[in-house]
């Protein structure tokens, strides 16, 4: 049987979503149950010896993303050997071949609101996230930067809601690994 290129590197999927919706929640129940190893974007640019930021940004209390640092940083474990589950807020700037899938998290707007309460945010930084989950960006970016049918939307306002898109995607993982060794 002809391999493709996309089939040089072990199942990937990408996570995203605005802060809060619960990415990195199910990135790391999906990492125990699969093997897939957890990405999580934001630990990486924080916690890496290659310098992948350019500076603090003191009004969103965050990193300035160096991009281009970050993808070469990434590609030979994401794009190479693959086998990750990629947990970023963001998700147009990757390289469309590196993903199987692409599984936008969204969240009821109150819901959203006290989650980041709950974590501290700055009540503008809260706002511009609601703000954003309002405006549905994330699922806007995801489908303008991947064909349609690698995009996945999932609600993930509950308990319920997240087990069920865990045994979803466990089961998509599964299946892919399976094909994988006939
Ligand atoms: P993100 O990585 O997208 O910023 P987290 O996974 O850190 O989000 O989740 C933010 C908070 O919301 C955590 O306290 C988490 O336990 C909670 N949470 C996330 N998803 C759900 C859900 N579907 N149901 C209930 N609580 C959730
Ligand atoms: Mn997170």
Redesign the pocket.
């Given at each position: 049987q002809q391999s493709s290129v996309a089939d040089a590197r072990q199942t990937n999927v990408l996570i995203t979503?605005t802060?809060?919706?619960?990415?990195?929640?199910?990135a790391a129940q999906l990492a125990q149950r699969t093997g897939l190893e957890h990405v999580d974007v934001g630990d990486v640019v924080r916690n890496s010896q290659d310098k992948l930021h350019d500076g603090w940004d003191e009004h969103n209390a965050a990193y300035v993303l160096n991009e281009d640092a970050l993808l070469d940083h990434l590609e030979p474990l994401v794009g190479g050997r693959g086998g990750c589950i990629v947990?970023h807020h963001s998700s147009d700037f990757y390289p469309e071949r590196w993903f199987d899938k692409v599984v936008v998290?969204t969240c009821d707007n109150t819901v959203l609101y006290n989650?980041l309460e709950?974590r501290g945010y700055a009540v503008h930084k809260i706002q511009e996230n609601v703000q954003h989950e309002i405006m549905q960006c994330s699922v806007e970016e995801a489908n303008d930067a991947y064909a349609k049918d690698f995009v996945e939307v999932m609600r993930?306002?509950?308990?319920e809601?997240?087990r069920g898109n865990l045994e979803r995607l466990v089961a998509w993982v599964q299946s892919r690994t399976t094909t994988d060794a006939v």
């Open positions: 979503g802060p809060g919706t619960g990415k990195s929640t199910l947990d998290l989650r709950g993930s306002d509950t308990d809601e997240m």
